[in-house]
Structures are given as structure tokens and as C-alpha cells.
T-cell receptor, first 116, second 115 residues
Framework: EAGVAQSPRYKIIEKRQSVAFWCNPISGHATLYWYQQILGQGPKLLIQFQNNGVVDDSQLPKDRFSAERLKGVDSTLKIQPAKLEDSAVYLC??????????????FGEGSRLTVL | EDKVVQSPLSLVVHEGDTVTLNCSYE??????LLWYKQEKKAPTFLFMLTSSGIEKKSGRLSSILDKKELFSILNITATQTGDSAVYLCAVGLYAGGTSYGKLTFGQGTILTVHP
């Protein structure tokens, strides 16, 4: 079974530039998450999709971050303009829909962003 | 605000030692507690706990949940250098009227096992 795919794996940009990350979840997984993991910290949820609808984006800095999942499969996370504090690994995760009895998340390898 | 706190933040041991990692939580609408292992890549799933007092085991790793005292421990016996990683605790929350839920992570415990 193919895992969660993310690209690019690494990106270096200057502050005020824009960047986009792409995620393809495991086939059949209706729920998709974007997490931000700053070095030395645990992952922080940015946004959660159920199919193509947003379930939770309460911690997404909406003045600069946006995300979409147009057809309920792939998702894109965009940052514009980037700030130094956005340097982090952006993890995409997915899980089968339903209750938490099937609750484990499957993570992608992450996209490491460095903002100079 | 939902909080998940792990301790210690870092731990250095020698091969063969036994370690205990702690995770305490203060959240609304608790559904489950999950442990993940993170090496230099994506977190990988270890355990999901939903009931108090029932130990889950996988090889040298085991975990238990106490829903009254709001904590969980992860034990690793006979540690090996391959156990060196960040161990993340996460709490699954029931999200208002749906089963979608969300996962709130602690800051992680960095475990280093020396030969």
C-alpha cells in the first residue's frame, strides 16, 4: 500500500517569498491533516479536511497560510508571504474516516522549509 | 486550552536500560491517546489507548493509560541504539458532534541510547 506522498522534501526561500507544498494521502482516506513541526517541538495542527471540506482551521494563520483540497484527494498548503518563524517541517497525514477506533494517522515524510 | 505535556524532555541511557516516558494531558472531549516514534522523518504509529488500565504491548515496548489521573506511560525494556528517537504522545479529541476528531501532540521526549 502506498503511503502519504509529499513534495517537495526540502525548500529554501527568502522571507516574503511564497511557497507551496503538495500532499497525496493514502487512497481511500477521507481525512487529511496538515501539521507544522518546528524544531524541538511536537507537531501543531494547522488544518484538517474531511473530504474536501474544512473541519478545523483554528490554528491556521490565515493572513499568510492557505490550504485547499479541491477534489477530496490531493491537498496543497501555501504560505505567502513567508516569515522567518515559518521555518519548520510541514507534515501531511491522513486517516480512514470514522471514529477513533481506527484512529491512527499515517504521516508523510514531511516538507522541510527554511526561510532566510 | 487543550494541553499535552511530556516528560522528561530528553533522556540519555545505555543499551540494556529500561526507560519510562510520561505523558499527561488536560483536554476536553478525550477520545484516545496515541504514541508515535519519530526518527529523522515522519512519525510512525506505536500504540493507541482508549481504556484505562489495559496494557498494550509490542515486543519490548508497552504502554498504559490512566484516565482518572490523566496520564499515560510508555515503557521500553532492554533498550537498543535503534530505539533512539523522539517519542511523541498525542491525544485524540472528539470534535463536537462528529467523529472526525483531531490529534493534539505533546512536545516529545528525545531518547538517546548509547552502546
Amino acid at each position: 500500500e502506498a503511503g502519504v506522498a509529499q513534495s517537495p522534501r526540502y525548500k529554501i526561500i527568502e522571507k516574503r517569498q511564497s511557497v507551496a507544498f503538495w500532499c497525496n494521502p493514502i487512497s481511500g482516506h477521507a481525512t487529511l491533516y496538515w501539521y507544522q513541526q518546528i524544531l524541538g517541538q511536537g507537531p501543531k495542527l494547522l488544518i484538517q479536511f474531511q473530504n474536501n471540506g474544512v473541519v478545523d482551521d483554528s490554528q491556521l494563520p490565515k493572513d499568510r497560510f492557505s490550504a485547499e483540497r479541491l477534489k477530496g484527494v490531493d491537498s496543497t498548503l501555501k504560505i505567502q508571504p513567508a516569515k522567518l518563524e515559518d521555518s519548520a517541517v510541514y507534515l501531511c497525514a491522513s486517516r480512514i474516516s470514522g471514529g477513533w477506533n481506527t484512529g491512527e494517522l499515517f504521516f508523510g515524510e514531511g516538507s522541510r522549509l527554511t526561510v532566510l | 486550552e487543550d494541553k499535552v505535556v511530556q516528560s522528561p524532555l530528553s533522556l540519555v541511557v545505555h543499551e540494556g536500560d529500561t526507560v519510562t516516558l510520561n505523558c499527561s494531558y488536560e483536554v476536553t472531549n478525550f477520545r484516545s491517546l496515541l504514541w508515535y516514534k519519530q526518527e529523522k522523518k515522519a512519525p510512525t504509529f506505536l500504540f493507541m489507548l482508549t481504556s484505562s488500565g489495559i496494557e498494550k504491548k509490542s515486543g519490548r515496548l508497552s504502554s498504559i493509560l490512566d484516565k482518572k489521573e490523566l496520564f499515560s506511560i510508555l515503557n521500553i525494556t532492554a533498550t537498543q541504539t535503534g530505539d533512539s528517537a523522539v517519542y511523541l504522545c498525542a491525544v485524540g479529541l472528539y470534535a463536537g458532534g462528529t467523529s472526525y476528531g483531531k490529534l493534539t501532540f505533546g512536545q516529545g521526549t528525545i531518547l538517546t541510547v548509547h552502546p
